[in-house]
């Protein structure tokens, strides 16, 4: 299949006005050209982009897909009372069926917002792992043990993991993490299992760190005034490539850490602060060279997955925490949101560049909001919504077009099956 996209403003970040205006062709599932004016020749499809935007699609860097089945629940309350009383309930009701159907909706709200990659973090590998090689989207999964696991054969739960993953997804878009849920409900023995797990696998680390306060005192006063940072270095697992999502609590020293081992930092500003557990030191960890990407994290904790409302917070949180107006600028934030989540993720990706993945989004500039159009990046960044993206594209597969979605699902089914899921699990019998 070989598509030609006309007329298009191709986001260009290292350009003076952040675009080109031009064509670009898609070859199978890879970018072929890119340039003023297409090459004649023979296309199976033509699509005339109208002078808007066509850019990389958002790498969510960290999510709990699934979890849409959880929207609003234990809205307004202390992260623990949220957790504990809010979403573990719940969560334990659910089956592969019912993570299939939640990740299914959340699928389909990624491409409805322009997200075509994004690292899974979720458990019933069964219901979600179909659900991504359903709709074709592009995914690295994290598998790790079960929080609290008292069994001992670690790392065969691992390779078990692993199997399922390998079993039910396509490896040209789907590719492997190992994934710590945290320090304070992994054990050491599961850091180590999952530490010679990578190493003899060659795969990289990823974690929640540094998320509150209490996970940064409470690790102080068990692992003898070692910061999550420096407790996880001792236990080797940033000797190899590492992403760590939240790091709000982070003093110098923590910093340094990451940056010493090149560590990459996913951060998710609406979960944190509807969370109330504080406002990442961005604009640091930049400084220090650590390659910093974007997450929504879940949607019980958000509650919506629009990387456009993650950009603008990003930069917004770090100027007002700063008093500083010129710190974390909206070219920055579009790098975040796209080249360096694909960094972290190990995809090939995140620009619109010949030989990069076909991973393609529109996005409408005719609404009063997207006008005057002279500065795309900005308005990118501080004025567009998830509902300005009309056309999604992953591997060269359309995904979603102007209201229709391609991911395997009817998206009324979708809507009718999550909203009995949700009556049940909310039920108390």
């Keep these: 299949m070989k598509t030609l996209f006309q007329n298009a403003k191709i986001l260009k970040l290292n ?6 205006t031009g064509d670009v062709v898609v070859n199978g599932n890879i970018i072929e050209y890119v340039g003023k004016k297409a090459p004649n020749g023979s296309y199976d499809k033509v699509i005339d982009v109208n002078g808007n935007v066509l850019m990389p699609g958002f790498v969510n860097a960290h999510a709990h897909t699934a979890m849409t089945l959880l929207r609003g629940v234990k809205d307004d309350v202390p992260l623990q009372e949220w957790l504990m009383d809010g979403v573990v309930p719940m969560e334990e009701k659910m089956t592969d069926e019912d993570v299939y159907w939640g990740q299914m909706l959340g699928i389909a709200e990624y491409v409805r917002n322009g997200i075509t990659t994004f690292e899974e973090n979720y458990f019933n590998y069964e219901g979600f792992t179909k659900a991504i090689n359903k709709s074709g989207l592009r995914a690295r999964i994290g598998i790790g043990p079960k929080i609290n696991d008292r069994n001992n054969n670690h790392y065969q739960y691992l390779e078990n993991l692993l199997q399922i993953v390998k079993n039910n997804t396509d490896e040209s878009l789907v590719n492997v993490v190992v994934y710590a849920h945290s320090i304070y409900t992994i054990s050491e023995d599961q850091f180590y299992a999952m530490v010679k797990f990578a190493n003899d696998k060659g795969y990289p680390f990823s974690i929640h760190l540094s998320e509150t306060l209490k996970e940064v005192g409470d690790c102080t006063v068990e692992h003898k005034e070692l910061t999550p940072p ?4 001792s236990l080797g697992f940033l000797d190899r490539p590492c992403l760590c999502y939240h790091c709000v609590h982070m003093d ?7 940056a010493d081992y090149g560590a990459s930092v996913a951060t998710c500003p609406s979960s944190n602060i509807k969370l109330a557990s504080g406002i990442a030191p961005i604009y640091a960890m930049q400084n220090k060279g650590i390659n910093i990407c974007i997450g929504t994290d879940g949607v019980a904790s958000n509650n919506c997955l629009d990387m456009f409302k993650e950009m603008f917070l990003v930069s917004t949180l770090s100027k007002v925490s700063l008093y500083d107006p010129s710190v974390i600028t909206a070219k920055e934030v579009l790098e ?7 960094r972290a993720l190990g995809v090939n990706s995140g620009e619109i560049e010949v030989g990069r993945n076909a991973d393609i989004i529109l996005i409408d500039l005719n609404s009063p909001h997207m006008q005057p159009s002279t500065n795309i990046i900005s308005n990118l960044v501080y004025s567009a919504r998830g509902s300005d993206v009309y056309f999604t594209m992953v591997g060269g597969k359309v995904v979603y077009d102007n209201g229709k979605y391609n991911i395997g699902e009817d998206i009324e089914k979708i809507y009718e099956k999550v909203n009995e899921i949700r009556k049940r699990i909310s039920s108390n019998d």
């Design 15 to 20: 350009t003076d006005n952040g675009y080109i």
């Design 230 to 233: 420096g407790y996880i270095e």
């Design 252 to 258: 110098k020293d923590d910093i340094q850490i990451l």
């Design 336 to 342: 975040m949101a796209t080249i360096n989540g694909a």
